[in-house]
């Protein structure tokens, strides 16, 4: 499955963002789907994810609960991760990522993820 991440930009704080992220390939619903982000100097870290089938199942990093939503469309392949209420903190490349085997404990952990995108920059401006 290869991945592919868009949607990011530049933007002032209290501005919105939609992030994509298009599958090539493969029954994409039995996928798992998780965003990640990694700031320059940090380490890279979870966003959200959304369960496989119907995406009944959100979850959320603590700070960006409240503020972004994760949602899929099986039809067209696509996960998207729409961001309001953007902060300067939120500023990093944000990556998608798809597991086929990934349990509820594990949406967490990026090592469990088998296939990645290659990254969309964010920039929120104070």
């Known amino acids: 499955v290869q991945l592919q991440a868009s949607g990011g930009g530049l933007v002032q704080a209290g501005g919105s963002l939609r992030l994509s992220c298009a599958a090539s390939?493969?029954?994409?619903?039995?996928?798992?789907v998780g965003w990640f982000r990694q700031a320059p100097g940090k380490e890279r870290e979870f966003v959200a994810a959304?369960?496989?089938?119907?995406?009944?199942?959100?979850y959320y990093a603590d700070s960006v609960k409240g503020r972004f939503t994760i949602s899929r469309d099986n039809a067209k392949k696509a996960v998207y991760l729409q961001m309001n209420s953007l902060k300067p903190e939120d500023t990093a490349v944000y990556y998608c990522?798809?597991?086929?085997?990934?349990?509820?404990?594990?949406?967490?952990?990026?090592?469990?993820?088998?296939?990645w995108g290659q990254g969309t920059q964010v920039t929120v401006s104070s």
């Open positions: 990522a798809a597991g086929a085997r990934i349990i509820v404990s594990a949406v967490y952990l990026s090592d469990h993820y088998d296939y």
């Open positions: 390939e493969g029954t994409f619903s039995s996928y798992v």
């Open positions: 959304i369960n496989r089938g119907s995406g009944s199942a959100t």
